[in-house]
């Protein structure tokens, strides 16, 4: 197979040297106006004119560009009727998901690189709610913060909080919140570099959701709360991502004392052995586009996460 990859920026040229470390495909073709081939190392072949990158063979595309440009993309891929892998947001509004719905039948093309659904640590947390071994979900608490980059196209919450929302839409089956609370900051050029996010949903699962441009420390945690057991996963840590605390709280409305009686155990660092997650989508990627899958389960849940998304922004 011959994987275009459309966009040689920070991310593109992570996920090119993922494409490579995969052994999966017979040539690579790269494709980004602003980077003349002469000034990359190595025997990279990148081509500047977009009408002559897309007569190439290529067998299936991987977008990196800005957000932006993603729309312009996607339907060059659909047009051609080639397989898709598009970085999140995978369009820049709900509007520009819904045409793409409305005008192509081949939408089963479009595969998503949400990263952290292929994370090891992110599969495990699924495992455990499926198994209930956190018993009925009760809340999940993230903060996203960083001293981080500004983009042109996208805020905060396009970059960041996005994660949280895929996530979301990850572990609760594609639920849908219910009532959405949003606050944000923009003091740097009317562009929202701060927000803290409250999503409520109908089964009474609560999330709140803070991110940040502007922070001198880098967090990468979440909470996670049953009614049997709560863990922490923090991106950040390297051997230790998960820790489950065997801690809980009881209600008895029928006692005048002792209505509430806790429970503290041993905590459990389970040990997951982690690859990356960019190797992990290639791979399935590349076996979702080599099986002709004609699922829209991918596209189900883009369209579920830019609507909620639209409804953050709605808020703001």
């Not at 000034?39 to 990279?44: A, C």
């Not at 970085?87 to 192509?104: D, G, M, R, S, V």
Request: charged share 25%.
């Amino acid at each position: 197979m011959i994987v275009g990859l459309i966009g040689f920026g920070y991310w593109g040229k992570i996920v090119n040297r993922n494409i490579i470390n995969s052994n999966l495909f017979d040539e690579i073709f790269i494709f980004d106006k602003y980077v003349k081939s002469n000034s990359v190392n190595g025997n990279l072949s990148i081509e500047n004119n977009e009408e002559k990158f897309f007569k190439k063979k290529i067998d299936l595309f991987i977008i990196t560009t800005p957000t932006s440009t993603h729309l312009k993309f996607i339907e060059k891929c659909l047009k051609l009727d080639k397989y898709v892998c598009v970085t999140k947001p995978i369009t820049a509004n709900l509007n520009e998901i819904i045409k793409i719905k409305k005008k192509y039948k081949n939408i089963h093309k479009i595969f998503l690189d949400h990263t952290y659904l292929f994370h090891s640590s992110i599969k495990y947390i699924n495992n455990l709610i499926k198994k209930k071994s956190l018993g009925n979900l009760i809340y999940y608490d993230s903060e996203r913060i960083s001293f981080g980059k500004f983009y042109k196209d996208v805020d905060v919450i396009d970059d960041l909080a996005i994660h949280d929302l895929y996530i979301l839409d990850y572990f609760l089956k594609g639920q849908m919140p219910n009532k959405i609370t949003v606050n944000t900051q923009n003091n740097f050029g009317n562009k929202n570099f701060l927000s803290n996010i409250s999503l409520n949903y109908p089964s009474g699962f609560f999330a709140n959701i803070k991110v940040s441009w502007y922070s001198p420390k880098k967090s990468r945690r979440v909470l996670l709360a049953g009614d049997k057991k709560m863990l922490e996963f923090d991106d950040n840590e390297s051997d230790q991502k998960i820790k489950i605390y065997n801690k809980g709280i009881e209600y008895h409305s029928n006692k005048d004392i002792n209505q509430w009686l806790y429970r503290t155990g041993s905590i459990l660092i389970p040990n997951i052995e982690h690859k990356e997650s960019l190797q992990i989508m290639i791979k399935e990627f590349y076996n979702y586009a080599k099986k002709r899958n004609k699922t829209k389960i991918q596209f189900q849940h883009a369209l579920r996460v830019m609507k909620v998304l639209n409804e953050i922004k709605r808020k703001i």
